[in-house]
């Protein structure tokens, strides 16, 4: 063992000396970075892409109103994620503001929840949990710029306190609801949490 391990040696003080590994040394070089601008891409990129594909994927169907997803199953087809855990239930809410503002109203009770907001890119406008309620709900309006500056214009209009304004400057997007079951129990509850999750224009 010791021989051939001198023998390498060698064979690569031979080639050093040579100049043999030195010419290869500006290619081996570049590969590494290439290598290492592809990993960071790819890191970079994949919450990106991740979102884009849950936009695409839940936006079609009749817009403002509530689709409630069937339960993960474990399968491709029926998966709301590639990696989504079978204790969440979904629903999803196409919106389309071309008409007016839409409203998302959610009532929080013992089970986690969990909504965010996204553009037809699969970018992130509002990520928000069941921690942020407020007496127990949620109330968020979603408009946009044009649409929530004539409404905080209106005279005698008096703003809920308790609403959350997004401002939205694509009109069409999605909102996704969950709801974590970890109990085959609490499967019920959870979809009735669901069941009562208000999408409406306005």
């Known amino acids: 063992m010791s021989a051939a391990v001198g023998l390498l040696r060698a064979r690569v003080a031979r080639r050093l000396e040579s100049g043999t590994l030195l010419r290869y040394a500006p290619f081996a070089a570049g590969a590494l970075l290439v290598a290492g601008i592809v990993h960071l891409s790819a890191v970079l ?77 699969g970018r992130v406008l509002l990520a928000l949990t069941d921690r942020a309620a407020s007496r127990r709900s949620l109330n968020i309006l979603l408009g946009a710029p044009s649409q929530l500056r004539q409404l905080d214009a209106q005279e005698g209009v008096e703003e809920d306190s308790q609403e959350l304004r997004v401002r939205v400057t694509q009109s069409r997007g999605v909102a996704l609801v969950r709801v974590l079951a970890l109990r085959e129990a609490e499967r019920v509850p959870a979809a009735a949490l669901l069941g009562r999750v208000v999408c409406r224009q306005e």
């Open 45 to 121: 990129l994949a919450p990106r892409m991740a979102t884009g594909s849950l936009a695409a994927r839940f936006s079609g169907g009749e817009a403002n109103a509530l689709r409630l997803l069937p339960p993960v199953l474990g399968t491709a087809d029926t998966l709301p994620t590639p990696f989504a855990d079978p204790a969440l239930l979904w629903a999803a809410c196409p919106y389309d503001l071309a008409e007016g503002p839409v409203r998302l109203r959610l009532q929080t009770g013992d089970q986690f929840l969990s909504v965010v907001v996204l553009s037809p890119t």
